[in-house]
Nanobody
């Protein structure tokens, strides 16, 4: 099994940059080989929305069109960390951001078995 812990959410202004972190912890004997880590978000009055995804081993990335070109997902396997680099943030980026882990690179939330608690990002104008 995998445990995920997000951090880095903050109050920022439109146009700013912000980096969210997701610490990945595996149970003894659980291999991280093939793990997929993704970011989702849910803004006020909105459904959960896929943001970005990365294959833990290869680094293959997948982005939602709404954030492509502004956000970047990265990882450091040695540190068991995954980051979401948010650039030129907009008010519409305001949401609770959650990282999730599974075994399939997908934008569908049901494909992920493990979820963090989320971190709040608020963007003001």
């Amino acid at each position: 099994q995998v445990q995920l812990a997000e951090s880095g959410g903050d109050l920022v202004q439109a146009g700013d940059s912000l980096t969210l972190s997701c610490a990945v912890s595996a149970a003894p004997g659980y291999t991280l080989s093939g793990l997929v880590v993704s970011w989702f978000r849910q803004g006020p009055g909105k459904d959960r929305e896929f943001v970005a995804s990365m294959t833990y081993d290869s680094g293959r990335q997948l982005y939602a069109t709404s954030v492509a070109g502004r956000f970047d997902i990265a990882r450091d396997n040695a540190k068991n960390m995954v980051w979401l680099q948010m650039n030129r943030v907009k008010v519409d980026d305001t949401a609770v951001y959650v990282c999730a882990a599974g075994r399939t690179l997908s934008l569908l939330s049901r494909m992920y078995d493990f979820w963090g608690q989320g971190t709040q990002v608020t963007v003001s104008s």
